[in-house]
Structure formats: C-alpha cells, structure tokens
C-alpha cells in the first residue's frame, strides 16, 4: 500500500467515524483479497472499500469499482466472516467515494455490493 492510498484511507475512516461508525481494522488482508476499512455501525459489520479520484472523468471514484474488484471484495469478507467466526454477523459492503480537492465530496454508498 502506497502512502497516498493509506492517506485517503485514513480521510474515510475519519470521515465515517464522524458518521458514527466505530473502525475495527484498517488494511485487512488475506489470500482472497484486501478490505481497506472493517468498521462497525451500531450492531452491523462493514466492510468499506475507499476509493480516490482528483476527477470525476471517467465516472469518477465509485465507477472505479469495477464488477472485479465488487467479487475480490465479497470473497475477502466471506473469509474475514469465517475466520472470525461471525458467519452470522449482519454485515454489509460499503463504498466511500472521495473525489477533488480539498475540500474533498464525499460520496457514501451503503450496501453497495451485494451478492
């Protein structure tokens, strides 16, 4: 992870823990993929992928979560479920989009990958 993803990945959990959320892990890693931010909001568990653009050409930042990357991310939380055992867990995928300059748009997509 370069310093410039790990500096917007901490500007989404900052922002998401003014949202009320409670970070439980940054970075989470496994053979099935990475989850940039494992949070909690109340009794559900979220799994946040975090993604920057200085533009919104091409889509912008949640159009930079390709269909690929939407099935790396349920196979990761799947394992992340398993090995903690919490496979019944409610739990959701979240996507922060962050776009600009300062001061940065956020975009906040609750449960926006689903099986």
Do not use: H
């Not at 979240?94 to 300062?102: H, K, M, S, T």
């Amino acid at each position: 992870m370069n310093n410039l993803g790990q500096q917007y990945e901490q500007l989404g959990a900052d922002y998401l823990q003014r949202q009320g959320l409670q970070l439980l892990q940054c970075n989470y890693q496994c053979k099935a993929g990475e989850i940039d931010l494992i949070m909690r909001d109340g009794s559900t568990l979220v799994f946040v992928e975090v993604k920057y653009r200085a533009s919104t050409a091409f889509g912008g930042a949640a159009a930079a979560v390709t269909f690929s990357k939407q099935q790396k991310l349920l196979r990761a939380s799947r394992w992340y479920l398993q090995q903690q055992r919490q496979s019944d867990q409610p739990c959701r995928l979240d996507v922060l989009a962050i776009e600009g300059q300062p001061p940065y748009q956020f975009q906040w997509i609750k449960n926006a990958i689903t099986q």
